[in-house]
């Protein structure tokens, strides 16, 4: 097959998106304030939009579609609301948000058009608005891809101005004064003459009758009060008294608990199991033997009325397992297709072709070539999954740290087959999630296993080594890159191409029964549209098939594309015999934005100042990355040593980001101290390894992460601007794996272009 190229550019994407928005046009604009449904107001209860209620106890609620999962956006989400509805933010309680399509994240979707920085216009614009009125149909109820704040800064905002101006109108009816001779300070409406009314009083008094207004105006930047200060998190108190909700905090008198044993293989099937003896064993109540649920493999299980006796039982069986059609493959057939891909990119999708990398290299009196390569990883929240699921037989509830609400409520609902609208989704606390969330065959099996025992309360918690071995992992990737310099030691060409299993072309069929059109472009983001001026540049990927799923794991495809093209820059750099920064900063002449956050990464970290060296006396080296991802920019900077036995030891991470508007300092700070060391487990240790067509690691004893005796002095600076708010979950993640392999570099003198770091 001929290569393809994808380029939104083209004369039949504009012909198509043109003739799209011209008949989207003709349908009905749908505001992200009011539910499909409307809202209705009590004479004890206002409820201007879908976001907000205020009571006539003077409580005020905000519906949470976006779940906590230690990120903060909880706290985030809630000082959006009250910096515009003008309230205290310690007065606001959350409740989870009615599954309706007014909570849809625009934004993340949004976010996954492949567009380069340099594609601005009508095309974009018209394609972005398109389908993001599409989304807000039909898209789905997800926390991930750093969104939560960037999808909501303008709802919430809205729907807090909203509220606000509709007291605050009540109000000067009441005392029949202009509603300009009346202000709104934390909860109570103010009168030039010195009247004050409560919110709640006004609700009481008003009732269902109070009147929404339409028109309002949002807050300009400099009368933010609480947008841009740190405010202690709302769930930190719950957190370390334990009132918490988890998943596996759900009780009640009589429940019951299931153990499960999932083939080995993901594709395997169970030969024979004889179950005969386990049902006659205490406690047990029902035992199953499920197929393959919405993508995890098929299991057997033991229900009981304790979990330890569910595990006793299934534990004294012996299950025997034959593997499916993938067969026992291993980590030689895994290498061997990848490289193969690379070699032959006979299908590969192009997705960036500015002037004429190929052509340029021929011409070139030297080329630089570097392959890169990194493993497969699991996500491995401290949190394993768990669910909890009470089925009555025509109903159920369901209580579930997920990350797509209305998708895992479906989920159940076919399990138990029940209508969605039969299912109540009671959404808990996520102890992490990563990513590992956006799927749910932990909700399907708990539901599956509910049905089996109608009327009580059960309790599904997977084991470590469940939760590990029956990952949907970031896929392992490869990269050849190669490049040449002009005279004045400035790239001239870049041509990069890489080979990977696509994880949109998995989850679409998997999570949401859709076929996925088109190539995916989270396997090459990060590097098609990177910010350094090269004039003449290709970004290519070949999609492979590998028995092995895959799915969104924190920071996505950015998570090795920094890795392959930051160590190359760094590459390019000691060809050219420039320094790492100065020569990042030759290349970012049109991009401000990047240049201000490296050079001012560089300055905290003493770029330029003397080495250091560690407490034994090793000589300590720096390196450096940048990389934007999720609407953020960050710079870090890496000081490493070696240990006696030649293992890097890590010291110091200085990381500078520009997330626009801040919305909590302490959230950032917090979130990128998470990013970095989420980002060094990966770099120093992470990989995922087959062997007979199983996951070899099971625990943390063989996935190690990074303990606290190892981790570093972080320090988070940040560097806010006028823009509109970016992400920072993920954002930080990116650049720490190639900014230590540059360090190392200049220890060793060796380039590492394989992770992990350290037992690759």
């Known amino acids: 097959m001929k290569r393809r190229t994808f380029l939104w550019a083209s004369v ?53 579609p976006r779940a906590e999962m230690g990120q903060g956006t909880h706290t985030g989400l809630l000082m ?73 800064w303008q709802p919430l905002r809205e729907a807090g101005a909203m509220a606000r101006a509709s007291l605050l109108q009540a109000a000067a009816k009441q005392w029949a004064v202009p509603p300009g001779e009346c202000s709104v300070t934390r909860g109570v409406i103010t009168h030039a003459r010195g009247r004050q009314l409560r919110f709640g009083e006004i609700v009481a008094a008003a009732g269902a009758e109070l009147p929404i207004v339409d028109e309002y105006v949002l807050k300009k930047r400099e009368q933010f009060t609480l947008i841009g200060q740190p405010l202690r998190r709302i769930d930190s108190r719950e957190k370390v008294s334990g009132k918490a909700l988890f998943a596996a905090d759900v009780h009640e008198p009589g429940m019951l608990y299931a153990e499960i044993q999932f083939a080995p293989q993901r594709d395997g099937e169970l030969q024979s199991w004889d179950d005969s003896t386990v049902r006659t064993m205490p406690g047990v109540v029902e035992v199953a033997q499920l197929p393959p649920p919405a993508g995890a493999a098929a299991c057997v299980a033991v229900i009981a009325d304790q979990r330890w006796r569910a595990r006793r039982a299934l534990d004294a069986q012996f299950p025997q397992w034959v593997a499916g059609p993938a ?15 690379l070699e032959t990119a006979a299908d590969a999708s192009v997705y960036r072709d500015t002037g004429n990398a190929e052509s340029t290299l021929r011409r070139a009196a030297a080329v630089v070539r570097a392959d890169y390569e990194v493993p497969y990883l699991a996500h491995a929240a401290m949190e394993p999954l768990c669910c909890a699921v009470k089925f009555t037989g025509t109903a159920a509830t369901v209580w579930a740290g ?98 990977g ?56 495809g950015h998570s090795y594309t920094a890795f392959f093209n930051e160590c190359f820059i760094d590459e390019l750099a000691t060809v050219a015999q420039a320094d790492p920064l100065a020569f990042r900063v030759a290349h970012l002449q049109q991009q401000p934005r990047h240049l201000k956050v490296l050079q001012f990464a560089a300055e905290k970290a003493d770029w330029g100042g003397r080495a250091t060296e560690a407490p034994d006396g090793a000589r300590i080296a720096r390196g450096l990355a940048l990389h934007s991802s999720f609407g953020s920019i960050v710079a870090l900077v890496a000081e490493v040593s070696l240990s006696p036995e030649g293992q890097p030891r890590v010291h110091r991470i200085v990381n500078a980001i520009d997330c626009g508007q801040v919305v909590n300092p302490a959230l950032v700070t917090q979130q990128m101290e998470s990013s970095v060391i989420y980002g060094l487990s990966a770099a120093l240790h992470g990989q995922v390894t087959f062997k007979d067509g199983a996951v070899e690691q099971g625990n943390f004893d063989n996935y190690p992460v990074l303990r606290l005796a190892d981790t570093p002095s972080i320090e988070t600076w940040i560097m806010p601007n006028g823009e509109p708010p970016g992400g920072v979950g993920e954002p930080g993640v990116p650049p720490v794996a190639p ?22």
Request: with cysteine; hydrophobic share 45%.
């Open 12 to 64: 039949g994407t504009v012909g198509a998106l043109a003739g799209l928005a011209v008949g989207w046009a003709a349908w009905p604009v749908r505001s992200r304030l009011h539910r499909s449904g409307g809202e209705s107001s009590t004479a004890q209860l206002f409820e201007p939009n879908a976001w907000v209620r205020i009571g006539a106890d003077d409580s005020i609620t905000l519906y949470m």
């Open 80 to 152: 959006l609301l009250a910096e515009e509805l003008d309230c205290d933010p310690a007065a606001v309680r959350l409740a989870p948000a009615p599954i309706d399509s007014v909570y849809n994240n625009l934004a993340a979707v949004v976010d996954g058009l492949p567009f380069h920085p340099g594609q601005q216009g009508t095309l974009r614009d018209a394609t972005e608005h398109v389908v993001a009125r599409v989304v807000r149909e039909i898209g789905v109820m997800m926390t991930g891809g750093s969104s939560s704040i960037r999808d909501l």
């Open 327 to 341: 067969g026992l493959f291993d980590q030689k057939l895994i290498q061997s297709t990848l490289t193969a891909a």
């Open 402 to 499: 997920v990350q797509v609400n209305d998708q895992a409520r479906k989920v159940a609902a076919q399990a138990l087959g029940l209508t969605a609208e039969q299912v109540t989704l009671v959404p808990t606390y996520l102890g992490g999630a990563f990513g590992r969330r956006l799927d749910n065959d932990f909700v399907a099996i708990a539901a599956a296993l509910a049905a089996k025992v109608p009327g009580r309360l059960l309790q599904v918690q997977w084991r470590r080594e469940d939760d590990m071995r029956q990952d949907f992992y970031r896929p392992a990737a490869v990269a050849r890159l190669r490049a040449c310099l002009d005279a004045r030691g400035r790239i001239e060409a870049w041509q990069q191409a890489s080979a």
């Open 501 to 556: 299993q696509s994880i949109v072309a998995q989850v679409m069929p998997r999570v949401f029964g859709l076929t996925a059109v088109g190539p995916d472009k989270t396997t090459v983001e990060g590097a098609f549209d990177q910010p350094y001026d090269i004039p003449n540049l290709q970004v290519a990927h070949q999609a492979v098939e590998l028995p092995v799923p895959v799915g969104f794991w924190r920071s996505v």
């Open 739 to 760: 900014a230590i392999a540059n360090a190392l570099a200049v220890l060793t003198g060796r380039r590492n272009r394989r992770l992990p770091l350290i037992g690759a």
